[in-house]
């Protein structure tokens, strides 16, 4: 039942935030300076290494995922290869709202460069309308509460296939 679960999740934070933990991303609280580096690293689109069958790591703008079978991951570590099952480098549009997506699961949020906001400027102007986000200090743009709880909503506008003008 959503309206429960929004409930336990409202519960949940109002206990946290009275145990003194801050709310720094939309899945995640810590208490001020004990916040996950791994993962602010990830959702501000820094670099990191992926080790091991499945892993996944992201360098120079290149996003890859190691094999996921042992067998295959040693059969090309043997052979003197990386291990890449796959990679890919976004480009463009999809960049922008890549990079957007991952910095709003930040409650601080994400500064939108020039070219992400003319590039998603409709579909920021529409996730202002329905109160999903906000413009915050120094014009970062943010989820609001509401986003919070919507936030899938809010990061489909951030992903292809674009939906350039909507009714």
Not at 62 to 67: F, G, I, L, P
Not at 83 to 88: A, D, F, G, K
Not at 138 to 160: I, K, S
Request: charged share 30%.
């Amino acid at each position: 039942d959503e309206d429960l679960e929004r409930a336990m999740m409202e519960a949940t934070a109002a206990r946290l935030r009275e145990a003194g933990y801050r709310h720094y991303e939309i899945s995640n609280y810590a208490k001020p300076g004990r916040e996950s580096l791994h993962n602010v690293n990830y959702w501000l689109d820094g670099p990191y290494v992926g080790l091991g069958c499945g892993a996944a790591g992201h360098r120079r703008g290149v996003r890859t995922q190691n094999e996921d079978r042992l067998a295959s991951y040693l059969e090309r570590v043997e052979r003197g290869e990386l291990p890449i099952r796959h990679s890919e480098r976004l480009r463009g549009k999809e960049k922008l709202g890549e990079t957007l997506l991952l910095g709003l699961r930040l409650i601080d949020g994400v500064l939108p460069t020039e070219a992400a906001r003319a590039a998603f400027g409709p579909a920021l102007a529409r996730l202002a309308r329905r109160g999903l986000v906000e413009s915050g200090e120094g014009r970062r743009l943010r989820l609001t509460r509401e986003g919070v709880f919507l936030a899938n909503q809010a990061f489909q506008e951030f992903v292809p296939p674009f939906q350039e003008v909507r009714p």
